[in-house]
């Protein structure tokens, strides 16, 4: 039942879209202008407009409403046509909730964090295009278009890790995510190619109506699956194409806290919840997905456990938890993939929050094992960390108990039992780092030199306060999420399981684990030992990948620029150039003679030049 008109959910589509984008134009005005708050306030704002319409929309989804929205006709050469179109179903209004409200807490935050930032108004400038780009790509109703919003999140995500670009460290870890993802991208594109060769057209109600009812041969549609899913694989940081995530840490706090835990890295899970139609037609690629999420679910996890920087720890979290997402989509059951990107957005975007607070209190220093004694100064930060990390750990009756332990038991009720136990480790690597975490930031004896630690504005804490009660409570809501996403996904698959048992188990490893990391690190860092062991080195060093990476590709790659450059382009393409200049230069010099300005020899040569003339025209009339 629906009580708007179309022309009340167009404009709410058209507020949700480009209210953002209003505040992306409107920042980029103010961009080279000394700091005005009131671009970071009119931008929340707008973000809150985008907010609200999308509460709007969900409510009227959640009732069976389901909207299409042509804007324009966008490309139309010969028999293929594009619309500049979006659709809304419940997982697009599910997307569209979790983006505009992380993304207005994050903006109504990042106003006192960026508070002496002299880059503040292009700072919200590039934050309000992200989520219009974010916007772009969940509401698409073809695969251009997500393809569109896809690139629009990378060239965003590119500009706010690169924020502060005149520090080497953040430029090259602005190129090393662009350049990944952009790898990843041109698999991404030649699927959508391919779909479009298979089924002659881009939107997703036409391509998987024809999947249904149509006759395909198998490996066309395995190799669509395979090529998408390496597009996802670089926006979501799935291994071999992980190293960007941690090293864009070199963004400012909030940009992790809305790229890096609610948004871009999640939109990797929604492709392939997108295109579930496909992926449900080809299962040995789901399976391989599943396992390769299990093994990244352990990879992500074991690389946080030696860690000594705060953001870090916190993105190999979000690594590892990605690694759930897709062992769920892989397996088929898609809404619970989407369970935990809801769940796992509240959680893990206060827990990045709150080492923004830490930072700022420790003077922007981010080695956990030389902070300490914190809880006193900052009450309110450790509180919601502490809630945020027991929801990561998937410790009832937090969120994150619902959606991981679900996942938890769909792999064990379909019989993949080495990919619970793999899940099961990842779940204990969690609850060990996220408590040592928490112990050496705010619990174990003082380890620094800052005389006076302080909490964040007020204005800041009651931001973060709406993902500590979503941190809580959005575990609950389960049941009518399941229901909700049903309206797209008809078919959802259900296993059984010992859920009990499989309960006991998640949970009493956790909190053996949690226990085991309070025990440990009570004193401080001095727990901290065999730094010098192999496996420490191992972890430290993220299993050498970074270094295998710079040898097997950065430095043959460089070697071949630099002779390309040397030999080629200076030697060969140069040479070339200069010695056509030269040549002109010499006949210039040569003929010089001729221009002496004597009118007798200028009537000579004009002369010889009409005979020459007369000659070739009566050789050519001969001919």
């Keep these: 039942m629906s009580f708007l008109s179309d022309f009340d959910y167009i404009l709410l589509l058209s507020l949700v879209i480009f209210s953002p984008f209003l505040g992306a134009v409107y920042g980029a005005f103010w961009g080279n202008k000394e700091k005005s708050l009131q671009v970071g306030i009119f931008n929340s704002f707008l973000i809150f407009l985008s907010f609200a319409s999308s509460v709007v929309l969900f409510i009227s989804v959640s009732n069976g409403v389901k909207i299409d929205f042509t804007i324009m006709d966008w490309m139309i050469l010969g028999d293929f046509k594009s619309h500049f179109s979006f659709g809304l179903d419940s997982i697009s209004a599910a997307m569209i909730l979790i983006v505009s409200l992380v993304s207005f807490l994050v ?30 790509l969940v509401m698409s109703d073809n695969f251009l278009g997500l393809f569109i919003g896809w690139e629009g999140v990378g060239l965003c995500s590119y500009l706010l890790i690169g924020f502060w670009y005149k520090k080497e460290s953040a430029n090259n870890a602005s190129i090393e995510a662009f350049v990944m993802n952009r790898i990843a991208d041109l698999g991404m594109l030649l699927g959508i190619m391919m779909i479009y060769w298979v089924f002659g057209t881009l939107k997703y109600n036409e391509v998987f109506l024809i999947l249904q009812n149509g006759n395909f041969s198998n490996i066309s549609i395995t190799i669509i699956g395979i090529l998408l899913f390496i597009g996802a694989m670089g926006k979501s940081a799935q291994f071999p194409l992980h190293t960007w995530l941690a090293n864009a840490m070199e963004g400012p706090t909030p940009v992790s806290a809305l790229i ?46 030696a860690n000594k920087d705060l953001k870090r720890i916190i993105a190999y979290s979000t690594l590892s938890q990605l690694g759930y997402m897709f062992v769920a989509a892989g397996l088929g059951v898609y809404w619970v ?69 679900k996942i938890l038991e769909i ?213």
């Design 107 to 136: 903006h109504v935050y990042s106003i006192g964090y960026m508070a002496h930032d002299k880059g503040f108004n292009r700072y919200f400038s590039y934050l309000s295009g992200f989520v219009f780009s974010m916007m772009i």
């Design 260 to 305: 890096h835990a609610a948004t871009m890295v999640t939109a990797g899970v929604y492709l392939l919840i997108r295109a579930h139609p496909i992926y449900d037609l080809i299962p040995q690629v789901g399976y391989f997905i599943a396992c390769l999420g299990a093994f990244v679910a352990v990879f992500g996890a074991s690389m946080a456990l």
């Design 411 to 623: 792999s064990f009720g379909s019989g993949h039992h080495i990919l619970w136990g793999l899940l099961l480790v990842g779940a204990a690597f969690t609850a060990f780092y996220s408590f040592r975490l928490l112990m050496l930031v705010f619990f174990a004896p003082k380890n620094h030199n800052i005389d006076h630690p302080h909490e964040a504005k007020s204005f800041m804490l009651w931001s973060m306060f709406p993902l500590v009660i979503l941190a809580i409570i959005a575990g609950f809501f389960e049941k009518k999420f399941s229901y909700f996403i049903s309206q797209a996904i008809p078919e959802i698959k259900h296993f059984d399981a010992p859920v009990s048992l499989l309960i006991t188990i998640a949970m009493t490893v956790s909190l053996l684990c949690a226990f085991y990391a309070i025990i440990r690190y009570m004193r401080g860092s001095c727990a901290e030992k065999n730094q010098t062991s192999f496996l420490y080195k191992i972890l430290i060093n993220q299993y050498y990948i970074p270094q295998l990476y710079k040898k097997m590709f950065v430095y043959p790659y460089s070697k071949i620029s630099e002779f390309l450059w040397q030999k080629i382009e200076i030697k060969i393409i140069d040479a070339m150039v200069d010695g056509v200049g030269k040549i002109l230069l010499y006949l210039s010099k040569s003929l010089q003679c001729l221009q002496t300005g004597n009118l007798t020899q200028s009537l000579r040569l004009m002369s010889f030049g009409v005979l020459a003339m007369l000659v070739f025209a009566i050789i050519g009339f001969w001919r």
């Design 337 to 405: 993939a989407l369970f935990h990107l809801f769940t796992h957005a509240f959680f893990k975007s206060l827990l990045f929050l709150g080492a923004g607070n830490v930072m700022h209190s420790m003077e922007d220093k981010l080695d956990i094992t030389k902070m300490g004694g914190l809880f006193k100064p900052l009450k309110f930060t450790a509180l919601f960390m502490i809630i945020a990390s027991v929801a990561l750990c998937g410790i009832y009756p937090f969120a994150g108990f619902f959606s991981k332990d």
